[in-house]
C-alpha cells in the first residue's frame, strides 16, 4: 500500500519538473506556485530570474484563521488562501502571474485556489 502513495508522488513530480520547463516567473510576472497537502494549502509567488520566493501565504496563516474557521470545506479554505495571495500580490503591485499547478489536476482546491485569486484581482 505505501508503494502506491510513493508512485503517485513520483508522477506528480514528473510532471511539475515538465510544466517548469515551459513556465518560468520574471519580476513583472511572477510564477504563482501551489502545493497541496492533506491538511493544508500553500501559495508562493515566485521570481525565477533571481531565484526567490516574493511572498506566501498558506492555509495555517494566522491572519486567515478567523476566515477559515467559517469555512466548511477545504476547496472553501483553498478560495479564501487564493483571495489572499492575490492581495499580498496587489501590496507588491503585480497583476500578472503565471499559474504553476505543480503537477497536480486543475481541480478541487486547486481550482479553487486559482478562482480565489482570479476573483481577487490577478490576472493568469
Do not use: C, W
Not at 7 to 12: F, K, M, P, S
Not at 63 to 68: F, G, V, W, Y
Amino acid at each position: 500500500m505505501g508503494f502506491k502513495r510513493f508512485d503517485r508522488e513520483l508522477a506528480r513530480k514528473r510532471k511539475h519538473r515538465s510544466i517548469r520547463k515551459k513556465i518560468t516567473g520574471t519580476p513583472e510576472r511572477p510564477r504563482l506556485v501551489v502545493f497541496r497537502s492533506n491538511k493544508n494549502i500553500y501559495a508562493q509567488l515566485v521570481d525565477d530570474t533571481q531565484q526567490r520566493t516574493l511572498t506566501g501565504i498558506s492555509s495555517l496563516n494566522k491572519d486567515l484563521r478567523a476566515e477559515i474557521q467559517k469555512a466548511k470545506s477545504k476547496t472553501e479554505v483553498a478560495f479564501i488562501v487564493g483571495k489572499a495571495i492575490a492581495e499580498k500580490a496587489k501590496q507588491l503591485k503585480i497583476e500578472k502571474v503565471v499559474f504553476d499547478r505543480a503537477g497536480y489536476l486543475y481541480h478541487g482546491r486547486v481550482k479553487a485556489l486559482a478562482e480565489g485569486a482570479r476573483e481577487g484581482g490577478l490576472k493568469f
